[in-house]
């Protein structure tokens, strides 16, 4: 059992800063993902954490001791690939048994140990029957346990994921979810692990850092990046689908300080947001606005957004409703029972300030969070 | 028309294309092969086994395939037990020497201009590189006599293909080296195709270099294995051109092979009964790997 920490970690690829002044803590039994789009950095992130990869700056540290300089064997923490990398030449069960089998010596074990142990492990995985088998007789589903198992089998301090579900179809991702999470509860490993799924990443982790463009964007609980998301850019990736953005201007009046967005003007009658504002003392700012805290009317009403439907989109139990506003698209969820047209004229209204979030137009960095 | 379904058989298009090959099929390779065969048990009153028992019998150590009265000694040993050696000695080397050189140039700085210098051996016409191992181991040009007289073996500070004892043996190594590239491409191709994720799931796991290789990459070139090794025995079987021109067999048959022994038959004794024999016998002998290679292809 070890927490990792990562300091100030920097990798670059040629030109490219695959990863950027990265600083991390992940503790000790933690579920930890590493979240954000394709080509942010996570894998390499992640393979800095495995050894696999060389920073060019920083530290990386695990259970307090510096390994940056460790070869992946001495580190004691295992990987799951994104592919699994199952070896095709051994059976299910050489698999599992490879990582015990290589260093019997070190580790001390027995033949009868080791079978003992990718037993246990393949029962815990339900992959008992598999065990004869070589991988490429394996679905996609049994191959990611056989993977799992082979990671689990050492006992590893750290266990390291990189989208270990995105080859699953929908259906078993979403049991695998649960199980993985069961799993890694139970055994209490400390586990990072990568996916560019925000809803992934929402329902397993115990805390997320959401990561653009090599950098950390933020790190906190699913909770914490879904209400206070630090940056805009935290807002626009979690949730499905994401906060909706607008890009307004705010004016002082004297005592009163008058929002200017898209379809919209008026006081900010909202004392938390008018201090945010006021403190940071910008004229421009995004506001962030969630699909599911946006009413929709069919009349004008003061502090509404005029705009436009342009499609829907019936989901069964409500549906998402795209408005214009004057050329921003917003997306709103309704109740089903709300009949809309496209081309009709709609009005937004935000369900209560306090869940509005505002973020400074420059530097994207949150002025406000919201209050769930 | 659509595209499901069983693909009935169309004997007429089939007759179109098959026809010029058949007769081409026919003319150049299955007549040939069916007239040598039968010329190979022609004797002087019809059919007969004689032609073979006299080429296995052959008592002449420029002409015998199997030679008694040399074993023990240096060679001759006859022309099959020569091939047979040849295989032994060139395979494993030039399996292994291939394998490690592909494995150290892979993604080394300059490997690929190293690798395409080890390949020229490859591209050379044989009879060129007969005529190289021939200078290789010459005792004033020859780079091989010249290493042994710095070492002081006087022994072997000679020209090697002009001794019974060295002869085959020069050979043989110089074929190593002609032949590398071969294996060594074969191998670099099939070291391209494992994926890096193997290696680095097994570093993760905790693998040494050592293991990585024995346990991850060896049986994983299986294939590649097959096919070096099969190719090799084939060649092996099939050499004539750097013998003929490096050495013609000689001294005294120490260093002659099958093919070669066939075409003495041939063009020197001009019996051309024997000389089939001796061919029939050879290519039965190149079909144990050769069917052996197919089965595998059309297994897949
Ligand atoms: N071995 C490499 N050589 C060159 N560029 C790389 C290499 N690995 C990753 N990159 C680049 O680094 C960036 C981050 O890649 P990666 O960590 O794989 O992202 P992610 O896993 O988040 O999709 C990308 O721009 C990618 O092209
Ligand atoms: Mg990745």
Same mark, same amino acid.
């Given at each position: 059992m070890a927490d990792v920490r990562l300091e100030n970690v920097v990798k670059r690829f040629g030109k490219v800063v695959a990863v950027d002044h990265v600083n991390l803590h992940v503790k000790d039994g933690e579920f930890f993902i590493l979240l954000g789009p394709s080509g942010c950095g996570k894998t390499t992130t992640l393979r800095i954490i495995a050894g696999l990869e060389y920073p060019d700056e920083g530290r990386v540290y695990i259970g307090g001791k510096d390994v940056t300089d460790l070869e992946p064997m001495d580190r004691d923490v295992a990987m799951v690939f994104q592919n699994y990398a199952l070896y095709p030449h051994m059976t299910v069960y050489e698999n599992i048994a490879f990582p015990l089998k290589i260093r019997r010596k070190k580790l001390g074990l027995t033949k009868e140990e080791i079978d003992e142990r990718v037993h246990e492990v393949a029962k815990m995985l339900h992959i008992e029957e598999l065990l004869d088998r070589k991988p490429g007789q394996l679905s996609g589903g049994q191959q990611q346990r056989v993977a799992l198992a082979r990671a689990l089998v050492r006992r590893p301090k750290v266990w390291l994921m990189d989208e270990p579900l995105s080859n699953l179809d929908a259906l078993l991702r979403v049991v695998m979810r649960a199980e993985l999470k069961k799993l890694q509860k139970q055994l209490g490993i400390t586990t990072i692990y990568v996916t560019h799924d925000q809803a992934e990443a929402m329902s397993m982790a115990d805390r997320i850092a959401v990561m @653009?463009?090599?950098?950390?964007?933020? !790190?906190?609980?699913?909770?914490? !990046?879904?209400?206070?998301?630090?940056? +805009? *850019? +935290?807002?626009? *990736?979690?949730? @499905?689908? #994401?906060? @909706?953005?607008?890009?307004?201007? +705010?004016?002082?009046?004297?005592?009163?300080?008058?929002?200017?967005? #898209?379809?919209?003007?008026?006081?900010?009658?909202? #004392?938390?947001?008018?201090?945010? !504002?006021?403190?940071?003392?910008?004229?421009?700012?995004?506001?962030?606005?969630?699909?599911?805290?946006?009413?929709?009317?069919?009349? #004008?009403?003061?502090?509404? *957004?005029?705009g436009k439907v342009y499609v829907v989109e019936p989901l069964g139990s409500e549906q998402i409703v795209d408005v214009t506003i004057d050329g921003t698209v917003v997306k709103v969820k309704a109740p089903p029972t709300l009949s809309l047209q496209p081309g009709e004229t709609v009005y937004l209204k935000p369900e209560d300030w306090k869940k509005v979030m505002v973020f400074d137009k420059k530097t994207g960095k949150a002025l406000k969070g919201a209050t769930p | 028309m659509p595209v499901a379904g069983p693909r009935r058989v169309r004997w007429g298009v089939l007759a179109v294309f098959l026809t010029p090959a058949l007769i081409l099929l026919t003319a150049f390779v299955i007549a040939p092969i069916l007239g040598t065969v039968a010329i190979s048990f022609e004797c002087k009153h019809g059919f007969c086994l004689k032609n073979y028992v006299d080429v296995i019998t052959q008592q002449s150590p420029d002409l015998a395939l199997i030679y008694p009265p040399g074993f023990g000694g240096p060679p001759p040993w006859g022309a099959l037990i020569h091939n047979i050696v040849w295989i032994l000695i060139h395979v494993p080397l030039t399996t292994m020497l291939g394998l490690i050189i592909a494995y150290l140039l892979k993604d080394t700085l300059g490997g690929s201009f190293i690798k395409s210098i080890i390949f020229i051996g490859m591209v050379i016409p044989m009879v060129v590189g007969g005529l190289i191992i021939r200078f290789m181991f010459d005792k004033y040009v020859g780079i091989v006599p010249k290493i042994f007289q710095f070492l002081g073996v006087k022994s072997?500070?000679?020209?090697?293909?002009? %001794?019974?004892?060295?002869? /085959?043996?020069? $050979?043989?190594?110089?074929?190593?080296?002609?032949?590398?590239? &071969?294996?060594?491409?074969? %191998?670099?191709?099939?070291?391209?195709?494992?994926? =890096?994720?193997?290696?680095?799931?097994?570093?993760?796991?905790?693998?040494?270099? =050592?293991?990585?290789?024995?346990?991850?990459? $060896?049986? $994983? /070139?299986?294939?590649?294995?097959?096919?070096?090794?099969?190719?090799?025995?084939?060649?092996? /079987?099939?050499?004539?051109?750097?013998? &003929?021109?490096?050495?013609?067999?000689?001294?005294?048959?120490?260093?002659?092979?099958?093919? /070669?022994?066939m075409y003495m038959y041939f063009a020197r004794e001009l019996d051309f009964a024997k000389a089939a024999a001796v061919a029939v016998l050879l290519a039965l002998l190149t079909l144990i790997p050769g069917v052996y290679m197919a089965r595998r292809a059309v297994k897949g």
């Open positions: @653009n463009k090599g950098r950390i964007m933020q !790190v906190g609980t699913p909770h914490e !990046v879904y209400y206070k998301p630090a940056h +805009v *850019f +935290v807002a626009t *990736f979690i949730g @499905n689908p #994401p906060a @909706n953005i607008l890009e307004c201007r +705010v004016t002082q009046d004297g005592d009163k300080i008058i929002l200017e967005c #898209p379809g919209h003007r008026e006081e900010i009658r909202d #004392p938390e947001l008018a201090d945010a !504002v006021r403190r940071a003392g910008v004229r421009e700012i995004y506001l962030g606005m969630r699909p599911e805290h946006i009413k929709i009317l069919k009349h #004008p009403e003061p502090g509404t *957004f005029k | 072997l500070a000679i020209t090697w293909t002009s %001794y019974p004892q060295t002869a /085959l043996i020069a $050979l043989i190594l110089g074929s190593v080296w002609l032949w590398t590239g &071969f294996s060594m491409t074969i %191998y670099a191709a099939a070291l391209e195709t494992i994926p =890096r994720d193997y290696i680095e799931a097994a570093k993760v796991d905790g693998a040494s270099e =050592r293991q990585i290789f024995f346990k991850i990459i $060896l049986p $994983l /070139l299986k294939p590649a294995t097959l096919v070096v090794v099969l190719m090799t025995i084939l060649w092996d /079987l099939k050499i004539f051109d750097i013998v &003929f021109v490096a050495t013609l067999g000689g001294p005294g048959g120490a260093s002659t092979v099958m093919a /070669l022994v």
